[in-house]
């Protein structure tokens, strides 16, 4: 059964670093703060939900995808981004739906 993408209310960008990758992955925020329409989450240096590892998330509209997700491709400064889509499924928007760049990091699945 093919679903039709506009079940996709938006998506979200999980920036992940570690204490070494703090500030790389804070100046890459301040950027993409500037450059495109996006809603900054908090910093989660303690994991939180299914991520085990530090993250902050970058929430987008389905038309910002187009722009953000290929300037993270070659601007990601070695940072492990997850970008998954907003369709009501966290469990299948986290992994079926998902697309990594940089390393694909384990997720705690019985969090979602």
Do not use: C
Request: a neutral charge; zero cysteines.
């Amino acid at each position: 059964m093919n679903k039709p993408i506009s079940i996709i209310t938006g998506y979200h960008a999980h920036i992940y670093y570690t204490t070494e990758t703090k500030e790389v992955a804070q100046r890459l925020r301040e950027q993409i703060g500037q450059k495109f329409a996006v809603k900054l989450g908090r910093w989660h240096d303690n994991f939180v939900g299914p991520h085990k590892a530090s993250m902050y998330l970058v929430a987008f509209k389905a038309p910002e995808f187009n722009k953000i997700v290929p300037w993270l491709m070659i601007n990601r400064t070695g940072l492990d981004i997850l970008v998954h889509p907003e369709t009501g499924n966290d469990l299948e928007d986290h992994t079926e739906n998902a697309l990594w760049l940089g390393t694909k990091l384990d997720l705690k699945l019985d969090a979602l």
